[in-house]
């Protein structure tokens, strides 16, 4: 029942500005690490952004001073707010968890994704 969905995505232009938006359902927010990935057309998955069970927050050296990842225990739902948006940051974007409410790299359940579009 554990499930993951992100909303929020489009198309904007260079400069621009989105909020990613991942709605948890089927287990408590608040036991589970959660975080913010990417993958372009022919490049490793990188991830952008994560939150620990004690609301230690990283986030990618390529995003720092744009992104802010947050989420909201009682409304169960995560955030990306992506601001100053790159035509590099083109691709679809995921929210997934930890159940070892720790940012390790084995993550164990995962959304469908989100497309982020960003014109030149």
């Known amino acids: 029942q554990v499930q993951l969905v992100e909303s929020g995505g489009g198309l904007v232009p260079s400069g621009g500005s989105l909020t990613l938006s991942c709605t948890v359902t089927?287990?408590?927010?608040?036991?589970?690490?959660i975080g913010w990935f990417r993958q372009a057309p022919g490049k490793e998955r990188e991830r952008v952004s994560c939150i620990e069970i004690d609301s230690s927050t990283h986030l990618a050296d390529s995003v720092r001073g744009r992104f802010t990842a947050s989420r909201d225990k009682a409304k169960k739902m995560a955030y990306l707010r992506m601001d100053d948006l790159k035509p590099e940051d083109t691709t679809v974007y995921y929210c997934a968890t930890d159940s070892g409410g720790y940012c390790t790299k084995s993550f164990d359940y995962w959304g469908q994704g989100t497309q982020v579009t960003v014109s030149a």
């Open positions: 089927g287990f408590n927010l608040g036991y589970y690490a």
